[in-house]
């Protein structure tokens, strides 16, 4: 059974702990669980909001909100994003708008093979799932999973499949985009964790 967020901490507890900017975004250097979920929770109403204004399924909430959420602790984690007195949500929806933008674009467009991405300096998660030199760090945490979040998280984010076309071609054991849309849902929040476990061991 899969775990929600009012079973990893109470809503009480975090807004205590993090009740400043700095002490939300400490939480987030340290890649405290209770601190990413707190901060997912407080920007979760602009997920949705902006989710729908781009004209996206809102069943895409929890992937651009997960995929936003590896961009900040990345961005956290290299020094590329400091604390400079003000909410670190409010970066993380800024992460939220271009990824959300980054959707639609997809949706208009051929997925190109890795070698084809060009370079940008400031590049979001779809970007980093298929750029080439991001690839070998991808597969390995893909690899960390295993199936069947390995699957579906290729199939949608790196094959460039839509749910309705994994269903039709019977790709997974998952015979609904919404049983499909879910499980990859999971699989994000799952794939959030490992990333943050690879950052800080040699073992991942």
Known sequence: MSLTWSDWF?????????????????GLKKEDNAAILYAQIKVLPSVKKLTK?????????????????????????????????????????????????????ALKKTTKPLDNIPETSDPDFEALLRHSEAAETVNLLLGK?????EQVIRLHHIDGLSDEEVVQQQLTKYLSPDS?????????KKLVLIAQ???TSTNI
């Open 53 to 105: 204004d781009y004209g996206l399924p809102l069943e895409q909430v929890d992937d651009i909100l997960n995929q936003s959420t590896l961009i900040l602790l990345r961005k956290i984690g290299d020094g590329s994003y400091q604390f400079q007195n003000y909410a670190p949500t409010t970066y993380l929806i800024e992460i939220v708008r271009r990824v959300a933008l980054m959707a639609t674009r």
């Open 145 to 149: 999973m295993g199936d069947p979040c």
């Open 197 to 199: 476990q690879w950052k």
């Open 10 to 26: 109470s809503r009480d507890t975090a807004s205590t702990r993090f009740a400043t900017h700095e002490a939300l975004f400490e």
């Open 180 to 188: 499909l849309k879910n499980k990859r849902s999971d699989c994000m």
